[in-house]
């Protein structure tokens, strides 16, 4: 999961893609708090608990591809679609990795709580390293 959040920042400073604005959401308390509470609680419902569920019932979506679902892929997918309605091109690309190992923990603890905390751990660390940085 550290590598999840160290890989894109490095290529993040490499390529000079942190701009002042990348850090809109840690300018105050109800941001941070949408950002690593109520942002994961959505997504992670939607995404792994309704998407990824259902499509994890369809016989495809049952079938593995390097022991990672059908349906953990497509989900992610999505997710990262999803992403580029208000990102980069950059910032979507960084979801795919954090996006299949939440999906691997919803399917392991047939729970969507496992990928709540993940994802909000995710952010927090994440835009932590980068305020940090600034």
Do not use: C
Not at 50 to 71: D, L, P, V
Not at 92 to 116: D, H, T
């Amino acid at each position: 999961m550290l590598l999840g959040i160290l890989i894109p920042l490095i290529i993040g400073y490499l390529y000079n893609v942190f701009t002042s604005d990348s850090y809109w959401l840690l300018k105050d308390f109800r941001s941070l708090i949408l950002l690593i509470i109520i942002y994961p609680l959505i997504e992670e419902i939607t995404f792994r608990g309704w998407m990824q569920e259902y499509i994890s019932k369809t016989s495809i979506g049952k079938e593995k591809f390097f022991n990672i679902s059908i349906a953990n892929i497509f989900t992610t997918i999505l997710f990262t679609l999803m992403h580029l309605i208000h990102h980069s091109y950059f910032w979507a690309f960084l979801v795919i990795f954090p996006s299949l190992i939440f999906g691997y923990f919803k399917e392991q603890f047939n729970s969507v709580i496992p990928p709540i905390i993940l994802h909000s751990f995710y952010n927090f660390m994440f835009f932590s390293i980068i305020y940090i940085s600034e």
